[in-house]
């Protein structure tokens, strides 16, 4: 039997987690996390970890194992993602990917677009500018570096930004120009299983997700991280917005408003990049987990 990686993915809140431990359930494996925010042990609260029930009910990899102190890109992902399906493959024909972070997500299925090394001096600077001019002055500075880039990256997230602009300055090309070419194949197959629903139940769902977060205690987990605010892995929908109430910019009703916004913005930009994904099996978010399984079942014999 073919090594089949399953890849469950949707807009956050639609049911990711439980569907993925049903799936590993029925397939007798394990889960590999792909949220690049559930990596953080002290972003517990504000990235909807899994529950402690969950995570024994199944083995899952890649959850709160690294400090916000701590520096873990999508290339550190990658490379120990690929390490541990190599293990889980030796005893499993069948292992479940779960997450929301499209990047994340392809790293492992696809492959990253290979870029030159870059002088961290350049990033520093970079940031030094964020800090002191704000996101729309890099905005306008990729606009004219890589305009074609600048049309499909997301204009509100700075990393995203200074990523694009330190690889533009310090190689002297577009960012664009080093996307989107051949990747070598994966020794796995992979079957993406996306999760749908109309706008208003993702939107209730969020709703009903934030108000959750802010009863178990996501106020008191922004004030434990507040000194890391600068610090990449904090610039999270969530976290950014309860900083601005306690710097005493927000009330903190406009605050939570804000959160609830954003996390709609956020799940509207996730499903335009698993929508790209011509192969993706789509199924809704009331379907029974038993017959997802199926459909599952079927695409990898079909692929055999």
């Known amino acids: 039997m073919k090594k089949t990686l399953i890849s469950v993915v949707g807009a956050t809140a639609i049911g990711k987690t439980s569907l993925a431990i049903a799936l590993a359930q029925h397939f007798k494996t394990e889960i590999l996390a792909a949220d690049s925010r559930q990596f953080y042990k002290e972003m517990s609260i504000g990235t909807a970890v899994p529950s402690e029930e969950e995570l024994q009910s199944i083995p899952h990899h890649f959850i709160q194992h690294k400090s916000v ?21 030796e005893s499993k024909s069948v292992v479940i990917l779960v997450g929301g972070s499209g990047l994340y997500i392809d790293a492992v299925t696809q492959g990253l677009d290979d870029f030159p090394k870059i002088d961290p001096e350049i990033r520093k600077r970079l940031n030094a500018q964020l800090r002191e001019h704000g996101i729309l002055k890099l905005q306008e500075r990729l606009s004219k570096l890589d305009p074609n880039y600048y049309e499909q990256v997301d204009l509100d997230n700075p990393h995203r930004l200074i990523r ?12 664009s120009s080093f996307i989107n070419k051949k990747k070598p194949k994966r020794p796995f197959q992979v079957v993406t299983i996306g999760i749908s629903a109309n ?44 900083f601005k109430y306690l710097d005493g910019e927000w009330e903190l009703d406009f605050a939570i408003a ?5 996390t709609r913005r956020f799940a509207k930009r996730q499903l335009t990049w698993f929508k ?13 987990a038993s017959a997802i399984a199926q459909k599952v079942a079927n695409a990898i014999h079909t692929n055999e």
């Open 69 to 89: 102190q701590e520096s873990y890109s999508v290339g550190d992902f990658e490379k120990d993602a690929l390490h541990l399906l190599e293990t889980l493959f």
């Open 276 to 288: 790209k994904n011509e192969n993706t099996i789509w199924v809704d978010v009331e379907d029974e």
């Open 258 to 262: 804000e959160i609830k916004k954003n």
């Open 164 to 175: 694009a602009l330190e690889v533009c300055l310090g190689s002297g090309q577009p960012y």
């Open 199 to 242: 706008r208003e139940i993702i939107y209730e769902r969020i709703n009903r997700r934030v108000d959750m977060m802010l009863e178990k205690g996501l106020l008191d987990e922004a004030k434990s991280v507040y000194r890391f605010k600068e610090l990449n892995a904090l610039q999270t929908v969530g976290y950014k917005e309860l």
